[in-house]
């Protein structure tokens, strides 16, 4: 998907677990080509609709995935001034 870097883009929410992930037009960028953001989201539609949470969901979000229990855990990932 794409929309111009100038656009107003609402918060986009996934609800998981009777909670909303929040992710705002910042988290969604993934590239600029001149005026144009390309947001990094995908869909898929296998008889019913679905979004794929990838890296742009997993910058914001911390994910545990716990194979043992069949589980996954989210919370928000903390900041480091120590990123590359």
Do not use: H
Not at 4 to 21: H, I, Q, T, W
Not at 46 to 69: A, E, N, S, T
Request: aromatic letters at 12%; charged letters at 25%; a negative charge.
């Amino acid at each position: 998907y794409t929309v111009s870097c100038e656009a107003k883009v609402p918060n986009l929410a996934f609800s998981l677990g009777g909670r909303d992930f929040d992710l705002s037009k910042e988290d969604l960028v993934v590239d600029r080509v001149g005026d144009i953001c390309v947001l990094g989201l995908e869909s898929i539609d296998i008889g019913m609709p679905m979004w794929i949470l990838g890296d742009v969901f997993m910058r914001k979000y911390y994910v545990q995935f716990d194979w043992g229990q069949r589980r996954l855990g989210f919370a928000l990932a903390s900041a480091s001034a120590n990123l590359v």
